[in-house]
Every structure is written in structure tokens, then in C-alpha cells.
């Protein structure tokens, strides 16, 4: 069953100048991103630094406002919904931010970061507050006394745990996680993903995983969704991304991973230039001025590739990748399910 339905995601920051201060352009730093989130599922979320990533998951919980586009939860439009109503929805909708450090505030105590979720939506008060705070930090992993401690009295996997059980402390259905790990060391990064898992299965939470480690996605992610400038140009079940990439961003991507062995021989594919400016995308697709893809043409830099059906439960923004040539109907036999309504599946041809 969806949980998560998001429909044509925009987020653009305005460009002012001049000394009226006038719009002269905008940042896209979210472009046109549709996906969808079942329950219990978790559905990463990867690209380089400045892809829109972390934008995309804030304007989802309406952190920051969206442009445009369409966010349903549970059935509920979150962009309708005015204050209240939308505080109230946040319960079922959490965080857990990138940074261990600044994300909790250094003059509360633990207990109280983790019971101040509790208090503004009343679901416990006084000892009953208190012994749920002592259950969520004995759940990630940490013990009842810490309550009483400060933030700098803890290392980054700790802090990261606080911040996990404050997440969970209102009962949520879905948690973005905004780079859990990327602060944290290669050990603790284990102990933080192991935990995230042990909670999902406890908890039958739904995880929005935003990563750039795509070895760390591997292992937590059902599906994989790969975003280059402010797109979404791959997105597949993580097994099948990870065998057989389509897009050629995606395939470089995978090509950087470290393997754990000083003998294996792998063909890394580097990348000309930099990330374009999202102020000034490129026209086409946006990954064309540095795209590998041998059959590049002009027509790359003309036309913008729809994200399309091209094997079973596998879409590609990449006009050079031909689609399957099974139906829509035969797909559906052999167990694909229905893309987003914006993507229209490729049909067989005479």
C-alpha cells in the first residue's frame, strides 16, 4: 500500500538583484521529482553533493515550502493543510537530520530533546513522559540514565541515536533520513544502519534514505532513486540498479565505489567537468556536457529525456537507452507494478 505519493516536486530559491532587488532567476533545486513510498519500504535517494537531495526530503515535510508539485500522505494533501492541521500530520512524519552535532540543542538535556515530542503533541506527561523517554533511548541502543546528560557528553553515533529516538518518540509511519551516516565512522555507520533496520522491522517504518554512499544504500535500500540536478533520472529495485545500471551518471556513480580488495580490477569512469549551475542548467538533458555515453549526438542536448519505463519496474531518463519491447500487460504477469502516473510506461510497437 502507498504511503508517500509525491507528483511533479518543485522547489526553485528566487535569484534577486539590482537595488530593487528584483527576481532575475532561480536556483532549481528540486526540478520535477515524482515518486512513490509503500509502508514498511525503504526507497533511497542518491546523487552527488547539491543534486537536491536533502531539499527534496525538507519540502516533502514542508520544512521548507515547495514551488509546486503534489506531496500525498496517507491520503492527505500535505500541501492543503494550514498550521495545525499540518503539526498534527508531522507526528506521523519525522526527521532525522545529517548532523549529530547541531541538530540537538546543547542547553537540553537528552530526556528533554527526546520528551519534547511527547509534550506538544500530549501523548504522555509527568513519570509516564519519563518512562518513554527511558524506552527510547534503551531502544537505540543507549541507557535509561543517559537522560540527564548533555549533548557534548556523547560521541556522533550516540548523538545520532538521540536523534533517531527522538524521531521515534511521536510514533511515526515514515522517517526521512537526511545522511544518518555521513558524519559518523565507517564502524558506527554499521551499528546506525543495523539499528535504522531493527527499528523498521520493530516498528514497520517507512524510510525516505538520503545517501551519496551508494555502498551504504546497498544495503538498507529496496529501491533506489538517483537524482542529478534537481532530477530524477534512474530509479529501480536496488538489486537491479546495482546489476545492471541503465543511466550513464548512474553507472559512474557505481564505478567510485571502493571494492575491499587491493587485487580486483574495475574500469572507473570519471566524469569531465563539474556539476553544472542549477541556476543555469544545461539544455537537453541536464548530464549531457558530461555524459560517457559513446552514441551521445545532438539530439542530447535538445531534447529532455522523460523518465521512462525501460525494463521491468526500471525507469531511465536516457534517450539513447532503448525501452523492453514486452507490454505493459506481459510486465505486469511477470509481477512489475505501476509507475508513478506521471511516467507512462512504453508500449510494444508494430
Known sequence: MTLLSVRDLTKHFPITGGVMRRVIGAVRAVDGISFDVAQGETLGLVGESG????????????????????????????????????????????????DPFSSLNPRMTVGASVREGLTIHKLAEGSAADARVRQLLEEVGLRAEHATRYPHEFSGGQRQRVGIARALAVEPKFIVCDEPVSALDVSVQAQVINLLQDLQRAHGLAYL??????SVVEHIADRVAVMYLGRIVELARADELYAMPLMPYTQALLSAIPVPDPDAKRERIVLRGDVPSPANPPSGCPFHPRCQH??????????????????????????????????????????????????????ATA
Open 51 to 98: 543534486c537536491g537531495k536533502t531539499t527534496a526530503g525538507r519540502a516533502i515535510l514542508r520544512l521548507i515550502e515547495p514551488t509546486s508539485g503534489e506531496i500525498f500522505f496517507d491520503g492527505t494533501d500535505v500541501r492543503a493543510l494550514a498550521k495545525e492541521p499540518l503539526r498534527k500530520l508531522r507526528r506521523k512524519m519525522q526527521i532525522v537530520f545529517q
Open 209 to 214: 534514505f538520503i545517501a551519496h554512499d551508494l
Open 294 to 347: 559513446p552514441q551521445k549526438d545532438a539530439a542530447c542536448s535538445a531534447i529532455v529525456p522523460p523518465l521512462e519505463l525501460k525494463e521491468p519496474n526500471h525507469w531511465a531518463a536516457c534517450i539513447k537507452q532503448l525501452p523492453t519491447r514486452i507490454s505493459w500487460e506481459e510486465q505486469q504477469s511477470a509481477g512489475a507494478t505501476r509507475p508513478p502516473e506521471r511516467i507512462v510506461p512504453v508500449r
